[in-house]
């Protein structure tokens, strides 16, 4: 049954002129079209002989073969191997058991309709087949793409003039109101045939054609000529409802949901259309609700007779925003207030906001009760009650049929932007002053994030050129061409934000055959660029088991979000946690419990959104940047950069040494960035050590320590693969941060305070081995160097990232530690007879009211040692003799004596023992017996 003298038609005539207007006039489209053209005669030609050798053989194998081949050529139809070859490669599979039932099938189905009948018989037929099942549980081809693969060999006959249906044309035409819905596959695609049919005569397939093109744009080609005739038939029949028993008649309620339909479908296109314009334009991040089919939700409620398209800012469908308003004598483009949960006096608060910062040129309207043919009314510039709406009207048809309009409704998105940000502090229950004082506040902060952190860096600026290479990847044409090297160095390098190694996903797409990354090419396709909202398709992929690999989680879905759509997404990929994105919001001065209730999807735009509204007057278009200050406001100490004044005098006064020692350790770290302290055994060093990185940074998270041991490794002091077992129990290998990469990263992100590695023993390890090419970095702080499993980023050593390592020369002395690693340290001597540490033991008993004359004996005896070994490198430590008690009796001394120091003598003089006796605790009492060894 033809629809072409239908009044709806008609209408849709109208809005198709606009429609193919806009392709005709798009360059690259007609160049486009040109080139698959000059192709078109060609494959077609060659699709026929296909066919004609099916017919002719019966040979389904064959037909399969060279359908493939078909399918590799570019040209018009290379879309086909993605949906076309797996339908037909699983319906051969079927032919397994039913060969001569499925050749026959596709013999008799290919062949071009003679009729609409004709065509949904053949269709049927094909699905009352596939609905039948194999017996052996084979998976059977998509219902849903038959029409594709039928349609496509009937566009191809010149004898016919069937359209072509794409996968997603059935969606699109019943989203705009132009097709039924609950069809059958069948049933839409005689029907999608009719109405192209409807729309151009005497070219159907170009209609096909015209339609493919605007849904892939999805550009504003202005508002529908005929819309103002749609409002006035709804309001007709609405005047006809009641709300005690509503429409007179079921035709009546049909036909009053069908024009509802058609006024959302193109509130749905104007919104969806102009939504990225205006979020870039006015700098916000706004959504587009989808309009309600009636006026009030409820059993009694008339279906609507106005359409608008809104824009809101996120919050919920009753958010401020703007709103394009069509009723029947004109349009209306402007901000609407909200009304969700709003008393009357609430309304009245806002209008008079609004009313005294209302922008020159425009006017309040009134909005009417639902159930008047015109619901609007300008009404001047004095607020005149009700919801509040300001904006510019266009009366009668002046807005209609224009795609200019678009720069009109900008122009006016524009000037009402800072009344909209304005509105929507004061309908948070915010004092607009007291905005403005944080804004202000947050501008001096910006000040010392540029200068103090500082910002921009060459770094930042490796990132935003990462951003623009795999942002070519994830675009609609980079997908096309699936960069799968790209795109594993997305997901697992720090390009453009740091989301962890991603060894699961990285082992799960290194195993996935040809099948397997078309499947995921599609799903990053759809998740980037599919129908519907971004958290609708976050929480698509989120909760679906559909994804073709594993560890494909939130951190990765944000991050390709924020390289693929930087003008809406920030570079902020957590959302809980103590750098997430909730706790920056509150850090910002947020809402408080808005997360109630909502999906994970939908927190990700709401917290991004409410982000980006706040950061991007501060540092305009850079969502980079933006996403740095807010990691640099979340973790920036309110204490000063040096250690407070009496901190490092607090460590002298509990270490018992000079102040100016202290000062003089802290000198070299500012000037060479690491240190070794190096002595003897039982010198304090590693105490000295923990003291005083305290005194410099009181944050232990910022303060780390290691010891090297001989099997330390690279892999264990910065990074390396570690073995691990996935959620399906095999071993997989995960790229794992050592102590140097966390604790740099944690530097990095917070380059205003120190951060402090402690490397106790570190003379033990194989240091080349263990630093590697980091060795490098230790002298070059403002280079960076490909590491040994990051050959895609450099990797560079913070400036703010400093190193204290301690070192016992009783193990290695100095002049055996690698000439380069020495010249990278400065190093400081811990002698118990020289320097800071002379008289340190002395010092403490006397603090303690021990035993002094216990200091005076260690003095002696390492008088001895240095004598002997003929070098102050192995003398007795004074922490030995550290410790309460040795007052009590001389068996405490005794016991460290003989468990601790002589086996420590021993080790040395190992071979020589005549020497060896005089450090016997027996013969050193004997030989020092001018010391009263009784308690005093």
């Avoid at 999906?599 to 709401?606: A, D, K, L, N, T």
């Avoid at 105490?687 to 320590?705: E, H, T």
């Amino acid at each position: 049954m033809t629809r072409s003298d239908s009044v709806d038609v008609k209408r849709w005539r109208a809005k198709y002129a606009l429609i193919e207007r806009a392709a005709e006039s798009d360059k690259d489209a007609q160049a486009l079209f040109a080139e698959l053209d000059s192709e078109r005669a060609a494959r077609n030609g060659e699709l026929r002989e296909i066919l004609a050798d099916l017919v002719a053989s019966s040979d389904l194998l064959a037909f399969k073969e060279a359908m493939n081949h078909w399918a590799r050529k570019d040209g018009p139809y290379v879309g086909f191997g993605t949906i076309g070859s797996p339908w037909l490669a699983a319906l051969v599979r079927r032919a397994e058991e039913e060969y001569a039932e499925v050749v026959d099938l596709l013999k008799a189905t290919l062949q071009t309709p003679a009729s609409p009948q004709d065509a949904a018989d053949k269709l049927q037929s094909v699905d009352a087949f596939l609905a039948r099942g194999g017996s052996r549980g084979q998976r059977a081809p998509a219902p849903g793409h038959t029409a594709y693969v039928l349609s496509l060999f009937w566009s191809t006959d010149d004898a016919g003039h069937w359209p072509l249906m794409w996968e997603n044309a059935p969606h699109m035409l019943q989203r705009l109101g132009w097709l039924e819905r609950g069809l059958s596959h069948a049933e839409r695609y005689v029907a999608f045939a009719d109405l192209c049919h409807a729309l151009r005569p005497d070219d159907p397939r170009y209609a096909a054609r015209i339609l493919w093109h605007f849904k892939e744009t999805e550009g504003f080609v202005g508002i529908a000529p005929k819309v103002l005739d749609v409002c006035v038939e709804a309001a007709e029949l609405a005047s006809e409802f009641r709300p005690s028993s509503g429409y007179a008649k079921p035709a009546q309620e049909e036909r009053a949901a069908d024009l509802a339909r058609q006024l959302r479908g193109e509130a749905d296109h104007i919104s969806d259309s102009l939504i990225e314009r205006l979020s870039t334009e006015t700098g916000l991040y706004l959504e587009a609700p989808t309009l309600a089919l009636q006026q009030h939700a409820g059993e009694e409620s008339a279906y609507r007779s106005d359409l608008y398209a809104a824009w809101i800012l996120v919050g919920g469908a009753g958010a401020p925003g703007f709103r394009l308003w069509v009723t029947p004598s004109g349009v209306a483009f402007g901000l609407h207030g909200g009304w969700e949960g709003e008393s009357e006096q609430q309304h009245r608060e806002v209008g008079a906001l609004v009313q005294e910062h209302l922008p020159r040129g425009l006017t309040f309207f009134r909005v009417h009760e639902d159930g008047r043919a015109d619901r609007l009314e300008p009404a001047g510039r004095e607020y005149p009650s009700g919801e509040t709406f300001v904006g510019r009207w266009w009366k009668d048809e002046e807005a209609l049929g224009r795609a200019d309009f678009a720069d009109d409704i900008i122009s006016t998105a524009r000037a009402l932007t800072p009344l909209l940000r304005f509105m929507s502090s004061s309908q948070r229950g915010d004092d607009p002053s007291l905005e403005l004082a944080s804004m202000v506040d947050l501008g001096a902060e910006v000040e010392i994030f540029r200068t103090e952190r500082p910002y921009p860096t060459e770094r930042d600026a490796w990132h935003q050129e990462q951003r623009r290479v795999f942002a070519a990847c994830l675009s609609r044409e980079g997908l096309e061409d699936f960069d799968l090297p790209t795109f594993k160095r997305i997901v697992s390098t720090r390009g453009y934000g740091d989301i962890g190694a991603q060894s699961v996903l990285i082992s799960s797409i290194n195993a996935l055959d040809a099948s397997g990354i078309e499947q995921l090419r599609n799903t990053v396709r759809e998740l980037l660029w599919g129908e519907g909202r971004d958290e609708e398709r976050i929480n698509r992929v989120l909760s679906t088991d559909d994804v073709p690999v594993q560890g494909f989680g939130e951190t990765v879905v944000l991050k390709l979000f924020a390289i693929a759509h930087p003008e809406h997404w920030l570079p902020l990929f957590s959302l809980g946690g103590d750098s997430g994105k909730v706790a920056m919001l509150a850090r910002l001065g947020g809402p408080a419990r808005w997360t109630e209730g909502k999906s994970r999807g939908r927190m990700h735009v709401e917290t991004n959104a409410l982000l980006r509204q706040t950061l991007d007057p501060l540092l305009p278009d850079d969502p980079w940047g933006q996403g740095q200050l807010a990691h640099w406001l979340m973790r920036r100490s309110d204490k000063a950069l040096t250690p407070d004044k009496d901190a490092l005098g607090d460590a002298a006064a509990d270490l018992l040494i000079e102040e100016s020692f202290l000062r003089e350790i802290k000198g070299l770290l500012e000037e060479k960035k690491q240190v070794i302290f190096y002595g003897p055994p039982g010198t304090g060093k590693t105490y000295l050590a923990q003291r005083f990185a305290s005194a410099l940074q009181p944050d232990p998270a910022k303060r780390d320590i290691v010891q090297f041991h001989p099997s330390s490794s690279y892999e264990d002091f910065f990074e390396g693969f570690r073995p691990q077992i996935d959620h399906q129990g095999q071993m997989v290998y995960e790229l794992r941060k050592g102590p140097l990469a966390l604790l740099a990263e944690a530097a990095e992100a917070d380059p205003l305070t120190p951060h402090i590695m402690i490397i106790d023993e570190i003379n033990r390890a194989n240091l080349p081995r263990v630093f590697g090419e980091l060795l490098f970095l230790l002298e070059y702080r403002s280079h960076s160097v490909k590491t040994s499993y990051r050959p895609d980023e450099g990797f560079e050593l913070p400036p703010n990232l400093y190193f204290i390592g301690t070192m016992n020369t009783a193990d290695r002395s100095i002049a055996l530690v690698d000439a380069a690693l020495r010249r990278r340290f400065d190093f400081v001597p811990f002698m118990p007879h020289d320097g800071p540490m002379q008289g340190l033991l002395r010092r403490w008993l006397e603090a303690h009211d021990g035993p002094v004359w216990v200091a005076d004996l260690v003095d002696r005896v390492n008088e001895d040692l240095r004598r002997a070994l003929r070098g102050p490198h192995l003398q007795i430590g004074h922490s030995y003799f550290m410790r309460p008690g040795l007052d009590d009796d001389e068996a405490t001394l005794r016991r460290i004596w003989d468990y601790n120091v002589y086996p420590f003598i021993e080790d040395q003089l190992y071979g020589r023992e005549h020497e060896l006796a005089q450090f016997r605790w027996e013969n050193v009492r004997s030989r020092y017996g001018q010391i009263d060894l009784a308690r005093p």
